[in-house]
């Protein structure tokens, strides 16, 4: 049970990292989001982020060219972003 438990861990953290890409935040404002509003170690967050990285390589170099070339979010928006990301979450997690 508990590889069970551990593996839906994870793939809620990746769904969560996977929307942060959506509303493309950087890896350190997704780990930093992730830890503050949903209290998911940056450590975690971090290795998932690496791990879909070897995974998706061309996905990640095309995202990082595109971050390169825009601003950064403002904190509020960020904000305001990872309480949707959070909030749909949980009502996924009741389906």
């Known amino acids: 049970m508990a590889d069970s438990s551990s593996a839906s861990y ?9 929307k942060c890409l959506i509303f493309h935040m950087s890896k350190e404002e997704c780990v930093e989001a992730l830890s503050k509003h949903a ?8 290795t998932v982020w690496k791990e879909l990285e070897k995974e ?7 995202y ?3 971050q390169s070339n ?3 979010m403002s904190e509020e928006e960020t904000n305001q972003m990872i309480q949707k990301i959070i909030s ?5 997690s009741d389906d």
């Open 56 to 62: 998706n390589k061309e996905f990640f170099k095309a």
């Open 88 to 92: 749909d979450s949980s009502k996924e």
């Open 10 to 18: 994870i793939h809620m953290v990746q769904h969560m990292i996977e």
């Open 64 to 66: 990082e060219e595109t």
């Open 39 to 46: 209290n998911i170690t940056p450590v975690i967050t971090s």
């Open 70 to 72: 825009q601003e950064q």
